[in-house]
């Protein structure tokens, strides 16, 4: 089945926006939220101007704000028609080792990423009840396999909480008629993996976003991209003994 309208959480930079300009080029129309508005309306100037056949809607959305979601959501489904897909890939990649007082950051994170996620899942899954079917997907990470120590510790838990939702709802609609499918992305360019010391595993963000794409369209139920390295390297993660899972971080 093809997705024609597709909503994009967290479009503004980075992965979403990369997973943008490719759906943009396979010829859908788009419903862009993140925080930064001057952000989604270059990106939608921009591939206006590309690919004018598409619409492109995009609304300022902080996703903690979670009695906007339910309403942001609907504002962009009433402008493209409906929606057919909703990939929930708001995030951030805050953090500071636990018990280093730095709480506040920590706490941002698994709000963030993953209360904040079950916000959009909670609005996705009534949009798309109401609409006889669609396609949730959840972009997770390859660190939601394994807690890792340091400054990712928030983050990896975050993420592993993604995956468990997005394995719970693959269990609850195996019969349709709700497609789910769970992404575990490597290390791919981006603003937030900016800073990650393992960068000898960091993947180009259009090498990272077409592998993303390529197993959203196949509708893939879990997944790891890009495949290589990330998947032999995913099966060794969830192996090593914890003290040994800092290099990934």
């Known amino acids: ?5 597709i909503l994009i959480t967290g479009a503004s930079s980075g992965l979403g926006a990369g997973m943008a300009r490719v759906f943009a080029a396979r ?25 004018p056949q ?7 959305l902080d996703v903690t704000d979670h009695e906007a979601v339910p309403v942001v959501f609907g504002r962009l489904a009433a402008e493209l028609g409906g929606i057919d897909r909703i990939v929930v890939n708001a995030g951030i990649g805050k953090g500071a080792p636990l018990g280093s007082g730095k709480l506040w950051a920590n706490k941002a994170t ?21 609409a006889g079917g669609g396609h ?37 609609y195996s019969r349709g008629p709700i497609k789910v499918t769970v992404l575990e992305p490597g290390y791919i360019e981006s603003e937030m993996t900016a800073k990650t010391a393992a960068t000898f595993l960091m993947a180009d963000n259009e090498t990272g976003v077409k592998a993303m794409v390529r197993a959203i369209e196949r509708e893939t139920g879990r997944a790891v991209v890009p495949p290589w390295p990330w998947t032999p390297l ?16």
């Open 1 to 5: 089945m093809t997705r024609r309208r």
């Open 27 to 51: 010829g859908r129309d788009l419903a862009l939220c993140a925080r930064r508005i001057d952000r989604l309306e270059q990106l939608k100037a921009e591939l206006n101007q590309e690919f």
């Open 54 to 60: 598409i619409k492109v809607a995009v609304a300022a």
């Open 110 to 130: 698994i709000e963030t990423n993953l209360v904040a996620a079950l916000v959009q899942i909670e609005t996705a899954i009534e949009m798309f009840t109401a």
């Open 136 to 172: 949730l997907v959840l972009i997770s990470s390859v660190l939601g396999n394994k807690g890792v120590p340091g400054v990712k510790a928030a983050y990896a838990a975050s993420k592993a909480g993604v995956s468990s939702l997005g394995e719970s709802l693959r269990a609850q």
């Open 234 to 249: 995913v099966w060794l993660l969830r192996l090593l003994p914890p003290r040994f899972t800092k290099s990934f971080a």
